[in-house]
């Protein structure tokens, strides 16, 4: 089902309620999405710590990361977390690229997604969050809403712990913040959100799921 185009990806709660419809979320949530998964390692350990704190996340899956790693993009499901589509193969510059490698990319993640795990993502996030006004349109047309963020530790670099955990520890509510829990060894990560989730939550922050549901247009 296409929807409409939007100008710009979702950043923030308000944003996404805003493209999605709903009532509003608490003042007091955030939103953590964690990408380029899943991972044989790091996925189950990050899994494990968000049972511990009873915490929602979002897993922005690859599809040839799915390939060989089935049962544990399985277990992100059965866990209760939902899934975002974040292409096949996460090629870079997406946003420079015509539509028919576009669209092969999505669908293709999009049916290894919804095959293994059941869940049929609504959320799409461009690898690098490279949009353009044509990848905006071509993720519309395949009945997705384009997600960012708006609170980025850099987790991906490496950067050590104490940035990472700096960084996250500075959200607010209504923020969407960025993890990784594929792509190399994140045990940086790992050791930061350990620290971060119990210390946002002890602040009043509430981590809340974004829905399943596909929005509903008037």
Known sequence: MALPVLKQPVSTLADYRRAVGGPAFPSHAIALTIDDGPHPVWTPKILRLLRKHHAPALF????NQVLGHETTARDVAKDGHHLANHTWSHPTFLGRRRYKPVHKELHRAQEKIYDTTGQAPVLFRSPGGDWSPALLRASAGDGLIPLDWNKDPRDWDKPGVPHITRR??????????????????RSQTYAALAIVIPALQARGLRFVALDRKPPTHR
């Open 60 to 63: 922005c899956m690859i599809g």
């Open 168 to 185: 996250l520890l500075a959200a607010k509510p209504g923020d969407i913040l960025l993890c990784h829990d594929g792509g190399g060894d």
